[in-house]
């Protein structure tokens, strides 16, 4: 089983910077993929930013492309989100996810990012 802890969510205002961090249990070098999604009220989960496993390659939703960045430690086992520019379109619970080669899905618990002023 594998556990996925994120933490850095918050309030901030228009404009700010927010850093996410998820926690893996267990080698995220095992994974295939490990992403960040969000889902605001009334709208459905969404993708962020996506790595592959050596970081190598990402992608990015095109609301949030040039503004957030996502990066793998594969040695700390975390996976981050760097989001700078923060709109208040970007207020949602943000959820750090994984998949193994095996097409295995496991999801973390949630952050809440609030945007407002």
């Known amino acids: 089983q594998v556990q996925l802890v994120e933490s850095g969510g918050g309030l901030v205002q228009p404009g700010g910077s927010l850093r996410l961090s998820c926690a893996a249990s267990?080698?995220?070098?095992?994974?295939?993929?490990m992403d960040w999604y969000r889902q605001a009220p009334g709208k459905q989960r969404e993708l962020v930013a996506t790595?592959?496993?050596?970081?190598?390659?990402?992608d990015y939703a095109d609301s949030v492309k040039g503004r957030f960045r996502i990066s793998r430690d594969n040695l700390k086992n975390t996976v981050n989100l760097q989001m700078n520019g923060l709109k208040p379109e970007d207020t949602a619970v943000y959820y750090c996810?994984?998949?193994?080669?095996?097409?295995?899905?496991?999801w973390g618990q949630g952050t809440q990012v609030t945007v407002s002023s």
């Open positions: 996810h994984s998949k193994t080669f095996g097409g295995i899905d496991y």
């Open positions: 267990v080698s995220i070098f095992s994974m295939y993929a």
């Open positions: 790595s592959t496993r050596d970081g190598g390659s990402t």
